[in-house]
């Protein structure tokens, strides 16, 4: 069952399973564990007896009779949808795909093959690989790639690795970049296949905080919490977690990463695994683990519940979205509506307009004046409304040009300055604005136009169209806006891009609602436009190198792409915007952009990490191009716009 429902949950259920022995009887370890103790959703079990060595050499797919038995039994009872819904599998820890034994090594082939083709066979969702041994697993992460590449829509493999240094680790590695190193080379040799995981299995108390960061942004799919990690208030139950392992969790179950919680099940000896395959030791076990299922569960009962905002946006998170083309893309009503319930951006340009009426018109002359704004893009009629609000506020006359190219929204504004008894105050233009021909100069030109990079819905060139019809002491709003640039580790992202099969797609920009990242080094400017501008032969053309010093990645992490934001000055003191540091509070309607890498670059901490970035343009378009210097080199992306540009026409 999962962890429990309150208030505001989100349509991802997170869960808890327990780590088990290997046991005949699935069908007991599932009643158990399921339904009679009442504890967890599912269970990680070995799914061959630890006691089985192949004797023999099969290929892959044909097994013998005897190569088959030590399997758990059986795929009729329970029934297929509990091992596919309740049971992740285990793959056998004594396999070493890479030992200089040349026995050992191809009696591992064959076993983690026979069990991985068993595992398939049973419609498991994911199976927990061994960590990782020796200093090569060059081989390991080979079979691991073939079968993945042979059951492309199956299962997800899950690789084991420590969060933490074992105390009796006889191996040389000695820091958790190593075990990172591990799983980074391993990614690597399945050619980062999207259905390859991590499992952290935390083995201290609580890990460093250099320890977790090398884990966010990475693709984990389970946390592995031991009996030994919870502690006991006064000898009694119930078992609880110290405050620094409660935060890691609710880091992680924000992160839809299931927890499984382990009775150190691997460091028994023989006859304790002899016991436990026992059904009455089966029983035992998962009474002794209710306490700490129960604990677990009261943390995620009161993590703080997403908004109902949160809630609407949870699928989109790290879902990928083309640039919106303004001049070739027509809105619909949905999305009008959901940016028309962002109030607090439209609180901000109610302030910008109207301290442009205060400034624009003294108070003396306040009821003999009337200001002239131009609505640049208006839509269904937001900007227009808050105009009017911003008037009425301020006791300022008003006139009112809304301009848009989509009659279908002019459509509902057409109905509102009816209802409301606007035909007075407000015109509605159909055309494209930077053509339109007004019968008068405008004193305040408004535009919605920023896009989650600032520029790159074509502000620039479409305020730059209409500054003709502005006064030359007119006011435009925004008034500046600038981008800002910053490195980004995220593996779920990476995926989702060359799961498209199309190599120029590293070279596009995409939107997207950033969840799953590690952001690695500080934002930094970008691109500055301001308006309206001193002459309008001033290029919209833009180059500028950044150079980000890693100050806070561990001794070594991946650089994916860079998340892309925006901030804006709206008038005089009154900003909007995403840039991290100074981002607007309760705004969700920008996303960020996010700018990939082809090829994603290796980085060390107090490193110097150089890109360029150019914003192009031409008669017909507007694009970027980006490129990595340092630490290594990549191609310049998208050069000549050859994956992606917005269109001017």
């Known amino acids: 069952m999962p962890l429990g429902f309150r208030e505001g949950d989100a349509t991802c259920s ?42 023999v050499v099969p290929q892959f797919g044909s097994f013998s009779l005897e190569a088959s038995l030590p399997f758990a039994k059986s795929d009729l009872d329970p029934l297929p949808s509990l091992w596919n819904t309740h049971v992740v599998g285990q793959i056998s820890e004594w396999i070493d795909l890479d030992s200089p034994d040349e026995k050992l090594r191809k009696n591992s082939e064959t076993a983690f093959k026979q069990e991985l083709a068993w595992a398939s066979y049973l419609s498991l969702r994911a199976c927990i690989l061994p960590t990782p041994k020796g200093d090569t697993w060059t081989n390991y992460a080979r079979c691991a790639n073939q079968f993945l590449q042979e059951h492309l829509k199956e299962m997800q493999l899950w690789l084991r690795i420590p969060l933490g240094k074992p105390d009796d680790d006889s191996k040389t590695l000695q820091t958790q970049d190593d075990y990172w190193k591990i799983w980074n080379s391993f990614r690597l040799l399945s050619d980062h296949n999207s259905k390859l995981l991590v499992t952290l299995d935390n083995l201290n108390t609580m890990p460093s905080d250099n320890s977790l960061n090398h884990w966010y942004g990475e693709p984990v799919a389970a946390f592995i919490i031991h009996t030994d990690s919870f502690l006991t208030r006064d000898g009694d139950n119930p078992k609880h977690l110290s405050e620094g392992i409660q935060k890691l969790i609710t880091y992680f179950l924000n992160h839809y990463t299931q927890i499984i919680i382990s009775e150190n099940q691997l460091n028994c000896s023989k006859d304790e695994e002899s016991h436990l395959e026992t059904n009455s030791a089966e029983d035992s076990r998962i009474h002794r683990l209710l306490p700490y299922i129960d604990h677990v569960r009261s943390i995620y009962q009161q993590m703080d519940p997403l908004s109902e905002q949160e809630r609407s946006q949870v699928a989109f998170r790290d879902v990928l979205h083309p640039i919106l083309q303004p001049f070739k893309e027509i809105s619909q009503s949905m999305v009008y509506s959901e940016q028309e319930k962002d109030e607090k951006k439209y609180m901000e340009y109610k302030r910008a307009i109207c301290q442009a009426l ?27 409304r808050t105009s009017l609000q911003a008037a009425n506020e301020t006791g300022r006359k008003l006139k009112v040009y809304a301009v848009d190219r989509n009659l279908n929204a002019l459509a509902s504004l057409y109905k509102q300055r009816e209802s409301m008894g606007w035909n007075d105050i407000v015109t509605v233009i159909q055309t494209d604005a930077r053509h339109w021909n007004a019968p008068e100069k405008a004193d305040i030109l408004v535009g919605e136009l920023l896009g989650c990079f600032g520029d790159n819905e074509l502000a620039p060139e479409i305020l730059d169209g209409t500054q003709r019809i502005l006064k030359k002491d007119g006011i435009s709003i925004p008034s500046s806006y600038t981008s800002f640039l910053q490195p980004v580790k995220s593996s779920k992202l990476y995926s989702a891009v060359k799961a498209k099969e199309q190599i120029l797609t590293f070279e596009t920009a995409f939107v997207t609602k950033m969840h799953n990242v590690a952001r690695l080094a500080p934002c930094q400017p970008l691109f500055t436009f301001t308006h309206p501008k001193r002459s309008i032969k001033e290029s919209n053309r833009r180059y500028r190198k950044l150079q980000f010093v890693m100050p806070d990645v561990p001794e070594s992490t991946m650089v994916h792409g860079f998340a892309g934001y925006f901030d804006a000055t709206l008038y005089k003191d009154v900003h909007l915007g995403t840039e991290p540091s100074k981002a607007t509070p309760d705004v969700f309607s920008w996303d960020e952009m996010y700018f990939p890498l082809r090829e994603p670059i290796c980085v060390h901490r ?44």
């Not at 699935?26 to 009643?31: A, N």
């Not at 624009?360 to 227009?384: C, F, H, N, Q, Y």
């Not at 490193?607 to 694009?623: A, G, I, M, P, Q």
């Not at 340092?630 to 992306?637: A, D, E, K, M, N």
């Open 14 to 55: 997170q869960f808890c399973g327990v780590e088990t022995h290997f046991n005949n009887s699935m069908k007991h370890i599932l009643d158990t564990n399921l339904y009679i103790g009442g504890g967890v959703d599912f269970v990680v079990v070995p799914l061959i007896s630890p006691t089985y060595r192949p004797s």
């Open 358 to 384: 205060l400034d624009r018109v003294p108070d003396e002359e306040a009821s003999v004046i009337t200001t002239v704004l131009v609505v640049v893009g208006a839509g269904r009629g937001a900007l227009v």
């Open 606 to 649: 107090g490193s110097t990490l150089e890109v360029h970035f150019w914003r192009c343009c031409d008669s017909t378009k507007v694009w970027y191009e980006w490129g990595v210097t340092s630490p290594s080199t990549s191609l310049v992306h998208n050069c000549n716009a050859r994956a992606d540009c917005v269109w001017l026409n």
